[in-house]
């Protein structure tokens, strides 16, 4: 139950995260992104500093990484922590609630990580129906 009294499956069925103009939608996309799904379970293990996030992170721009951390630090999910030395270090850790998000987004990728040979194969079938689907349609000549 929320602070309202209203269950959260009942707000869902109200359609709030259905509307285009409700703020969770931001929040979800923050959430779900490729980077953000990453970089929180990374620092569900531990505190990172930038580079070694990167080294973690295989594949992320410095760009998208330095993005990344400043949504979710604004969002509330990820404290940055500046140390007053040369040179200059950082180093990230997850809020509280940042804590608790992360392990849902860890739950959510591990049932990935434990399906993804029946998902790969409902790809490879519904590619398979599709092309035969379109060879149905064209004539074939001798």
């Known amino acids: 139950m929320s602070d309202d009294g209203v269950a959260l499956s009942e707000k869902l069925r109200r359609g709030a995260l259905f509307s285009q103009a409700c703020p969770s939608r931001e929040i979800l996309k923050h959430l779900t992104s490729r980077w953000g799904v990453l970089v929180l379970m990374a620092l569900l293990e531990r505190d990172h500093r930038f580079s070694d996030l990167r080294r973690k992170v295989d594949g992320v721009s410095e760009k998208m990484l330095a ?69 149905a349609g064209t004539i074939r000549q001798p």
């Open 67 to 135: 993005q990344t951390l400043q949504t979710l630090e604004a969002d509330g999910f990820v404290n940055r922590h500046s140390y007053p030395v040369v040179p200059p270090r950082v180093s990230y850790s997850l809020t509280p609630i940042g804590q608790e998000v992360a392990v849902k987004v860890r739950d959510f990728a591990d049932w990935i990580e434990v399906n993804i040979g029946r998902i790969l194969t409902a790809r490879g079938d519904a590619s398979q129906a599709r092309a035969e689907a379109a060879g």
